[in-house]
């Protein structure tokens, strides 16, 4: 059964400074892996994908890598700002095709 | 517009009663999914569907049931409802779930379901 854990659970750093969350997972036999974010009384933002095949991938601020045969992804999140504040959800995609989820990292921005 | 919505966004409801959560996404995508998470935060996969076919099937009481009239749509009613059913649900979509398709998931913003 796959597991997914994501530490730390709580970080919260001044604004501009980078941000390094962390998630891995226990079966390294995965589709994809995919970073949400999910704001208070909201649901989920897709952040970025990252195939089996892939090392990373970057979308403005965000870079996320992914190295399977350890069972580890990374997010960076550049420069911080206050508006980055939310919590951050890694999900990993098995052969089955479903998505298990790990229990989110919340952060806050302080400006 | 919304690419996956839900509705209700809140539900509050006795034990005992029959409720159904309505969502519906207008990305063209062939699967659907229902999930729950639960007061310490996790995520877990109830039901997926593909083309109207059902694909995934956790183990979810039989009060649960997914209906999926359309590709577009896909219900979840509850029967019976019990205290520990409350919790926030949420509808998913991706393109597809075959390998080599983009299973890139889209969520609804929930339904927070509270049985008293």
């Known amino acids: 059964k796959q597991e997914v854990t994501q530490i730390p659970a709580a970080l919260s750093v001044p604004e501009g400074e980078n941000l390094v969350l962390n998630c891995s997972f226990t079966?390294?036999?995965?589709?994809?892996l995919q970073w949400f974010r999910q704001d208070p009384g909201k649901g989920l933002t897709s952040l970025l994908l990252i195939q089996s095949s892939q090392r990373e991938q970057t979308s403005g601020r965000l870079n996320a890598s992914l190295d399977k045969s350890s069972g580890r992804s990374t997010l960076y999140i550049a420069a911080s700002q206050p508006g980055d504040s939310a919590t951050y959800l890694c999900a990993v995609e098995d052969a089955d095709y479903k998505l298990s989820f790990g229990a989110g990292t919340t952060v806050t921005v302080r400006a | 517009d919304t690419a996956v919505s839900q509705t209700p966004k809140y539900l509050v409801t006795q034990m005992g009663n029959d409720k159904s959560i309505k969502c519906e996404q207008n990305?063209?995508?062939?699967?659907m999914y229902w999930y729950k998470q639960d007061s310490k935060k996790f995520l877990k996969i109830m039901f997926s569907?593909?083309?109207?076919?059902?694909?995934i099937n956790e183990t979810v009481p039989n009060r649960f049931s997914p209906k999926s009239p359309d590709k577009a749509h896909l219900n979840l009613h509850i029967n019976s409802l019990e205290l520990g059913d409350s919790a926030v649900y949420f509808c998913?979509?991706?393109?597809?779930?075959?390998?080599?398709?983009?299973?890139?998931?889209?969520f609804g913003q929930g339904t927070r379901l509270t049985v008293v």
């Open positions: 569907y593909n083309n109207k076919e059902l694909i």
């Open positions: 079966d390294s036999a995965i589709y994809n």
């Open positions: 990305l063209g995508h062939d699967t």
């Open positions: 998913a979509s991706s393109q597809d779930m075959s390998p080599g398709f983009n299973t890139e998931a889209f």
